[in-house]
């Protein structure tokens, strides 16, 4: 089991460009999330996914977006990347079931600098 | 409104010795409680969970956790600190209002260092 892989590593862009971040899971997880980690803020949740199809916003969606098309699959897309996205980017996934819906997988993270 | 506090941005201890890392909550009916680490350029790691049972919850590496009601308090816990136990520590709580039930609610954080 590969668990969660995360899509670039690394990324630099200039502010305007746009961009998209690849999660991927092989545990069959059907919650996926997205989260950003700045120093000092914690974890903040941008979005997330309780099943294939389905997506809602978490504590600060505003700039990105998200499609889920299959179970696997979580992508993030930045459409005009604003250097206040500069962040790491962690991708995370988790099963269905008491309690254990909350116990999240965590991808390597992706540092994304927008300049 | 439900929330996580870790009073502690930094703990130092030294290799050997017992280690304490705290964390407070505040949430209506009962919680379900949750320690991550995250070791230096990667993701974080899920510890243990309290959901409930008894109050002294172990997990992974040695650590363990002890649910207080009374204080509302999760603290980490590990007898005998390691070097290798460098690391952020978060605690967690699930979320329980409509429209965060899904969810967790993070602390901030504490930095761990153990000193050899």
């Known amino acids: 089991n590969a668990g969660v892989t995360q899509t670039p590593k690394f990324r630099v862009l200039k502010t305007g460009q746009s961009m998209t971040l690849l999660c991927a899971q092989d545990m069959n997880h059907e919650y996926m999330y997205w989260y950003r980690q700045d120093p000092g803020m914690g974890l903040r949740l941008i979005h997330y996914s309780v099943g294939e199809g389905t997506t809602a916003k978490g504590e600060v969606p505003d700039g990105y977006n998200v499609s889920r098309l299959k179970k696997q699959n979580f992508l993030l897309g930045l459409e005009s990347a604003a250097p206040s996205q500069t962040s790491v980017y962690f991708c995370?996934?988790?099963?269905?079931?008491?309690?254990?819906?909350?116990?999240?997988?965590f991808g390597p993270g992706t540092r994304l600098t927008v300049t | 409104a439900q929330s996580v506090a870790q009073p502690e941005d930094q703990v130092n201890v030294a290799e050997g010795n017992p280690l304490t890392v705290k964390c407070t909550y505040s949430v209506s009916g009962n919680p379900y409680l949750f320690w991550y680490v995250q070791y230096p350029n990667r993701g974080l790691q899920f510890l243990l969970k309290?959901?409930?049972?008894d109050n002294l919850v172990k997990g992974s590496y040695g650590f363990e956790a002890e649910f207080n009601k009374s204080q509302t308090s999760f603290h980490l816990k590990k007898p005998s600190a390691l070097v290798s136990d460098s690391a952020l520590y978060f605690c967690a709580v699930r979320g329980q209002n409509a429209g965060n039930n899904r969810k967790l609610i993070w602390g901030l954080g504490t930095s761990l260092a153990v000193n050899p």
């Open positions: 309290y959901i409930t049972g």
């Open positions: 995370a996934s988790s099963p269905r079931g008491q309690g254990k819906n909350y116990e999240q997988y």
